[in-house]
């Protein structure tokens, strides 16, 4: 069974520029998760999806970041414009349902640099 | 506020150790608490428990959960060098079945 895919795997802006990231969860999977992983810290929920419609984005920084799942599979987070303190890993996750109990597999992450 | 509390935050043992690392958390709603460890980039999954006090056990790992006491320990035996990682704790609540992860342990076994 193929696992979360996220791409791109490094990214280096500069402050002020936008970047987007992409996420293909583990087939099957209705639920969609964007958690951001700052250095020496746990990962924290940015935005939760249950097929295509958002279910917790009370941690996004919407002022910036957005992200979107259109057709309930693949999912894009963008940060537009970004900040320094947005240097991070950004993980994408994907488990069957939301209910709770189930999994949460985790993508490779991307790795975010912002000078 | 939910909170979740990972002791020591890092750790150093000789090969052939046994380590316990500790998660204690305050959540509304609990549903259930996951250990991941983490080596280079993607957590992957290790245990999940929702029962008080019925051990998990997967090869030299295990697992309890104290609900009443709200912690939970994760042991390691007869330590590899293979072992040294982050190890994450999260938890679920009924209100929203995102993970709530803690800062995690840095675990190094040297040889």
């Known amino acids: 069974e193929a696992g979360v895919a996220q791409s791109p795997r490094y990214k280096i802006i500069e402050k002020r520029q936008s970047v987007a990231f992409w996420c293909n969860p583990i087939?099957?999977?209705?639920?969609l998760y964007w958690y951001q992983q700052i250095l020496g810290q746990g990962p924290k929920l940015l935005i939760q999806f249950q097929n295509n419609g958002v279910v917790d984005d009370s941690q996004l920084p919407k002022d910036r970041f957005s992200a979107e799942r259109l057709k309930g599979v693949d999912s894009t987070l963008k940060i537009q414009p970004a900040k320094l303190e947005d240097s991070a890993v950004y993980l994408c996750?994907?488990?069957?349902?939301?209910?709770?109990?189930?999994?949460?597999?985790f993508g490779p992450g991307t790795r975010l640099t912002v000078l | 506020e939910d909170k979740v509390v990972q002791s020591p935050l890092s750790l150093v043992v000789h090969e052939g150790d046994t380590v316990t690392l500790n998660c204690s958390y305050e959540?509304?709603?609990?549903?259930?608490l996951l250990w991941y460890k983490q080596e280079k980039k993607a957590p992957t999954f290790l245990f999940m428990l929702?029962?008080?006090?019925i051990e998990k056990k997967s090869g030299r790992l295990s697992s309890i959960l104290d609900k009443k006491e709200l912690f939970s320990i994760l042991n390691i035996t007869a330590t590899q060098t293979g072992d040294s990682a982050v190890y994450l704790c999260a938890v679920v609540s009924n209100s929203g079945y995102a993970l709530n992860f803690g800062k995690g342990t840095s675990l190094l076994v040297t040889p």
């Open positions: 087939s099957g999977h209705a639920t």
């Open positions: 929702t029962s008080s006090g």
């Open positions: 959540v509304t709603n609990f549903r259930s």
């Open positions: 996750a994907s488990s069957v349902t939301s209910g709770g109990t189930d999994t949460q597999y």
